[in-house]
């Protein structure tokens, strides 16, 4: 019994991700474009709960919304103006990696972002 209780601990520790708490910097590229956007992220994680800030650079940042991490997958949600940034990324390494969607009143982009911890 007792083994079969430190394997599913064992199991259960590799599959959550690292603490993303920290400063985050990368880019996004929308699909079909010919240039990254840079972004800079400054996250603190509590559990399952992502919170902090993001945008383009450490002058402008927008607050994290809906902000979860499910082992290795994380995902939150940024609004700047008439944009919402829709987040689906997963954690390996000291990096992030996925999915981004951009949705305003008429307009829906798709992009792929790429950061790494920096701090």
């Known amino acids: 019994m ?3 209780i430190a394997v ?6 590799n599959a959550m991700a690292e ?5 985050w910097s990368g880019a996004f590229k929308v699909d079909g474009s010919d240039h990254d956007v840079s972004q800079l992220f400054i996250f603190k994680q509590e559990g399952n709960k992502l919170t902090g800030s993001g ?7 927008y607050p994290i919304e ?12 940024i609004t700047t103006g008439e944009w ?6 997963r954690a390996t390494d000291a990096k992030l990696a996925g999915d981004l969607e951009l949705k305003s009143v008429d307009n829906r982009r798709t992009a792929k972002v790429n950061l790494t911890r920096i701090q």
Not at 84 to 89: G, P
């Open 19 to 23: 603490d993303l708490t920290g400063k």
């Open 66 to 77: 809906n902000g979860r991490v499910d082992g290795d997958r994380v995902s939150f949600e």
């Open 8 to 13: 599913v601990l064992l199991l259960t520790m």
């Open 84 to 89: 919402k940034f829709t987040y689906s990324l």
């Open 55 to 61: 945008g383009p650079d450490q002058s402008e940042q």
């Open 2 to 4: 007792k083994k079969a």
